[in-house]
């Protein structure tokens, strides 16, 4: 995530009744990890900082009651929805949250949930037609009642650039991974991981890794062009259709969004489609399937592209994934931890 330097990159962790009330300090643990690695390292990123909002008592919307000293009025970069650990818990007045979170989504916040929490963004109006992590039918009964509504995906964990979605076991701690990633990068990640015994899922590393683009700019014409291409995976899109999505003339959008999003229109929707098809090929897709299902016709086109994105062809991007898969299942579990999960270290590997 592309912040400036001197300012304070905030996660703000809304805990709605009935959320995980430990999900804010669990994050805001991981974060101070991160900075300090990020430090370490030399990398010159924005601090993370995590705050605590909970709902008004008078009927209001969410307000900070934790960092508020350390952060002005401006609208968090990141917002996330724990988990609940209660189904007690009843919102006076949802539709005030739910007005909230599609006002700061608007204003360019990204939005990340776990869980039930998903099932938040659902009734806010803010999945449709967009890629949700896989959930688990008998934990999650209402939230698949919902489903109708979004994409429904086979991976425990989506990053669509300005939603971040997470399924399963320990998914408010991906979602710290991920949310690591996108600000201090793959190596203050990987040592975070490392550190705290976070086990990381067969299949789920790529994910953690993936490309991720900036929505934190400010720009509301250049973030509806990327809105637009990240509901449609960038198929088929063109220079005018991405004017007309965004109201802006080409030139104004070429300068715009290069300056908003670091890359190009057309480099943006490349690294949209290539990563895409690193999915694709994750899940076992054939090659010349992939590259059809990502908009390119000339395979060789595609391969050329994959090769200067990725740093390898499809082809061997395929069999790497395949490889670490049957390495992974061959191998014998370590001794279960006192929670009994296996601890296995994160991959420092790019994908």
């Not at 803010?126 to 489903?147: K, T």
């Not at 979602?175 to 899922?201: D, E, F, N, S, T």
């Amino acid at each position: 995530m592309d912040a400036h330097k001197n300012d304070p990159t905030e996660i703000a962790v809304v805990e709605y009744p009935g959320a995980d009330p430990s999900a804010a300090s669990m994050l805001a643990e991981m974060a101070h990890v991160g900075n300090r690695l990020a430090q370490q390292q030399g990398r010159h990123t924005a601090r993370i900082l995590v705050s605590r909002w909970v709902m008004a008592a008078d009927g209001g919307g969410p307000q900070r009651v934790a960092g508020a000293e350390l952060l002005d009025a401006t609208v968090p970069a990141i917002i996330a929805l724990p988990g609940q650990v209660s189904q007690n818990g009843q919102i006076r007045d949802e539709s005030i949250l739910l007005d909230w979170l599609s006002a700061h989504y608007d204003g360019g916040s990204l939005l990340a949930a776990v869980n039930d929490g998903i099932g938040v963004l659902s009734r806010a109006g803010l999945l449709a037609g967009r890629a949700v992590a896989s959930l688990d039918a008998s934990r999650f009964p209402a939230l698949n009642a919902q489903s109708g509504s979004w994409v429904p995906s086979e991976r425990s964990l989506v990053d669509d650039g300005d939603l971040l979605t997470v399924g399963g076991p320990q998914a408010w701690r991906f979602l710290g991974l991920r949310l690591l990633y996108r600000v201090h990068g793959q190596g203050v990640m990987a040592a975070v991981a490392q550190q705290q015994g976070i086990v990381v899922p067969a299949g789920m590393q790529q994910d953690l890794e993936r490309f991720s683009a900036n929505f934190a700019h400010g720009d509301r014409d250049v973030l509806k062009a990327q809105r637009w291409l990240h509901t449609t995976a960038a198929r088929g899109a063109t220079l005018g259709a991405i004017c007309q999505a965004s109201g802006l003339e080409p030139r104004t959008l070429q300068r715009r969004f290069l300056k908003a999003t670091g890359l190009r229109p057309i480099e943006y929707c490349q690294r949209l489609r290539i990563a895409k098809a690193q999915l694709l090929l994750q899940q076992g897709g054939a090659i010349d399937e992939v590259a059809w299902g990502v908009g390119y016709a000339d395979q060789s086109a595609f391969r050329r592209l994959f090769l200067r994105v990725v740093g390898m062809t499809p082809a061997t991007y395929r069999r790497m994934v395949a490889g670490k898969l049957r390495d992974r299942a061959a191998a014998p579990l370590p001794a279960p931890s006192p929670m009994g999960t296996p601890v296995r270290p994160v991959a420092r590997h790019a994908a």
